[in-house]
């Protein structure tokens, strides 16, 4: 591994992130007799995936919302133009999401300068362990 440049040394982790933050607890007047906890049982999540190069780098985030359509993404929602927004039947990353943020960060490492690639070099020679 010592002749891999530590730009192309990367660490993915992935983590599901509650679209509706909750609690299970709250606050309210002492000696209220009921009181209600908002969205308690909201478990809507999409799943945020980071990568960051040996180097230091941060790579562009990948959100997963859960979905069958393009109609399941967020609306008037500016993300930045770097980031991947996708979709799953269940917000879970597979196979298909990890080969397209392997491949556009392939190509956001290229154009930052901190990949040189020889002629002969393609996407599928990225390899994974």
Request: glycine share 4%.
């Amino acid at each position: 591994m010592e002749d891999i440049p530590s730009s192309l040394i990367i660490n993915w982790d992935q983590t599901a992130v509650q679209v509706v933050p909750s609690c299970s607890w709250t606050m309210e007047k002492k000696g209220t007799k009921r009181i209600e906890v908002a969205a308690i049982d909201d478990k809507r999540q999409i799943t945020a995936v980071f990568g960051c190069t040996l180097s230091g780098n941060f790579l562009p985030i990948q959100l997963i919302y859960q979905g069958k359509t393009t109609k399941c993404l967020p609306n008037n929602i500016d993300f930045p133009r770097d980031w991947q927004i996708s979709f799953t039947d269940n917000h879970w990353s597979n196979e298909k999401n990890y080969d397209q943020i392997c491949e556009r960060n392939y190509h956001t490492l290229y154009l930052r300068g901190t990949l040189a690639v020889q002629a002969t070099q393609q996407p599928s020679s990225i390899g994974h362990f």
